[in-house]
């Protein structure tokens, strides 16, 4: 196979003569590519309950800056910057990169939740090596659990309102 092959992607047609497990592994490797722009940056976006978060990840020291913030000002919970560092945790990479990301919509749990779901893919973008690793901890899934709608006749969603016998 030339170079130039290797940088043209394929179609399904030029994998139908390969059997079914070369075709997958095929297909893997070519997934199996950095994405980062000129700059050397990954971006991302991640999700959860209401909450929208745009990811860049670029090599670093380790900051994490959220719109424009340290996380430290922006999430002061500890256990909301607990949970942005767990994709970096876990890939055993958190002072090797710096991570700016904006995030709009929900609360601040919703937002560190999308924040660390755009870390998380991101970092599969600058290393895929590390999908394996992030897959398996879960932070790859998009946690699909929003609040449910009010329904008329109901107080909230499902609560009825106060029963009176008379």
């Not at 170079?3 to 297909?27: F, G, K």
């Not at 590519?33 to 990954?42: F, I, L, N, P, S």
């Not at 919509?105 to 290393?127: C, D, W």
Request: proline share 3%.
């Amino acid at each position: 196979m030339s170079n130039t092959e290797d940088h043209h992607p394929r179609t399904l047609r030029d994998l139908s003569h390969l059997t079914e497990e070369e075709a997958r592994r095929e297909n893997a490797r070519a997934r199996a590519q950095k994405k980062v722009d000129t700059e050397g940056r990954a971006y991302a976006t991640g999700k959860r309950k209401n909450a929208v978060a745009r990811v860049w990840v670029k090599p670093g020291a380790g900051r994490i800056t959220v719109n424009g913030r340290t996380q430290e000002v922006y999430f002061a919970r500890p256990v909301l910057r607990m949970l942005i560092a767990q994709p970096l945790n876990a890939a055993g990479r958190a002072t090797q990169y710096d991570i700016i990301c904006t995030v709009k919509g929900g609360g601040l749990s919703g937002q560190a939740g999308a924040v660390r779901h755009g870390i998380s893919r991101a970092l599969t973008h600058i290393e895929p090596d590390l999908r394996s690793v992030l897959k398996k901890a879960g932070f790859l899934t998009r946690d699909s659990r929003v609040v449910e709608r009010k329904k008329y006749g109901k107080a909230k969603a499902r609560r009825s309102f106060q029963f009176s016998k008379r």
